[in-house]
C-alpha cells in the first residue's frame, strides 16, 4: 500500500494563478481531510469529505474548492491564488473514529 | 466550539533529561491521539488512547489519558537527539470523525 499520495511535492504560483493540489489513498478509507499548516499555527481543516459525492466545510475554506468523485481521489483546487495562501498542504485519510493517515505534504508558495 | 490546547509551544532539553508535555481539552473526548511531525515531515500517528486513567507505552514514551478524559499527557524519559520534531495531540469533534488538533509542542534536544 502506498497510503496517501500527495502531489506535487512542491510548487511556486505567481498570484492570481490556479492549480490543484492531488490526493490519492489506496487504503478504501471513507474519510479524507485537507489541512493547512503555518508556522506555529498547528493544522487548520480546509475541507472534508465522508464519501464519494460528499464534501463539507472546514475552518478555513475561503479560496479553496473540492470534490469527491472516487472513493480514492479528493483534490484540492486553488483559484486566484494570494500569498496568503502560501503554506503546507498536508492530505489524510481514515476510516470512522480511527486514526488518520496524512501524505507528505505540498509546499506551496504564492509570489 | 471544541479547543485542544497545548502550552508551551516550544521546549528546548538536554540530551538524556525527561521531558513532559500536556494536552487540555474544553469537552470531554471520547478519544486522545498524538501524533509526531519531523522537522520538514508530515504528521504521523503514534497512539491512541480510549479509557478513562489509561496508560499506554511505546518504548521511552508513555501516553496517559486523564480520568476526566479531558486531558492527556505525554512523557519521554532519556531524551534523544532522535526524538527532535513537533508533538501534536487531537481530539473527535462531534460527527464524522474529524479530529481538532492542538498546536504542538515543538521539542528541540541538545546533544
Known amino acids: 500500500n502506498a497510503g496517501v499520495t500527495q502531489t506535487p511535492k512542491f510548487r511556486i504560483l505567481k498570484i492570481g494563478q490556479s492549480m490543484t493540489l492531488q490526493c490519492t489513498q489506496d487504503?478504501?478509507?471513507?474519510?479524507m481531510y485537507w489541512y493547512r499548516q503555518d508556522p506555529g499555527m498547528g493544522l487548520k481543516l480546509i475541507y472534508y469529505?465522508?464519501?464519494?459525492?460528499?464534501?463539507d466545510k472546514g475552518e478555513v475554506p475561503n479560496g479553496y474548492n473540492v470534490s469527491r468523485s472516487t472513493t480514492e481521489d479528493f483534490p484540492l483546487r486553488l483559484e486566484l491564488a494570494a500569498p496568503s495562501q502560501t503554506s503546507v498542504y498536508f492530505c489524510?485519510?481514515?476510516?470512522?473514529?480511527?486514526?488518520?493517515?496524512f501524505g507528505s505534504g505540498t509546499r506551496l508558495t504564492v509570489v | 466550539g471544541q479547543q485542544v490546547m497545548q502550552i508551551p509551544q516550544y521546549q528546548h532539553v538536554q540530551e538524556g533529561e525527561d521531558f513532559t508535555t500536556y494536552c487540555n481539552s474544553s469537552?470531554?473526548?471520547?478519544?486522545i491521539q498524538w501524533y509526531k511531525q519531523r522537522p520538514g515531515g508530515h504528521p504521523v500517528f503514534l497512539i491512541q488512547?480510549?479509557?478513562?486513567?489509561e496508560v499506554k507505552k511505546q518504548k521511552r514514551l508513555t501516553f496517559q489519558f486523564g480520568e476526566a478524559k479531558k486531558n492527556s499527557s505525554l512523557h519521554i524519559t532519556a531524551t534523544q537527539t532522535t526524538d527532535v520534531g513537533t508533538y501534536f495531540c487531537?481530539?473527535?469533534?462531534?460527527?464524522?470523525?474529524?479530529?481538532?488538533f492542538g498546536k504542538g509542542i515543538t521539542l528541540s534536544v541538545r546533544p
Open positions: 469529505s465522508v464519501g464519494a459525492g460528499i464534501t
Open positions: 487531537a481530539g473527535p469533534t462531534g460527527a464524522n470523525s474529524k479530529l481538532t
Open positions: 469537552t470531554t473526548l471520547s478519544n
Open positions: 489524510a485519510s481514515s476510516v470512522v473514529s480511527a486514526h488518520y493517515t
Open positions: 488512547l480510549v479509557k478513562s486513567g
Open positions: 487504503m478504501n478509507h471513507n474519510y
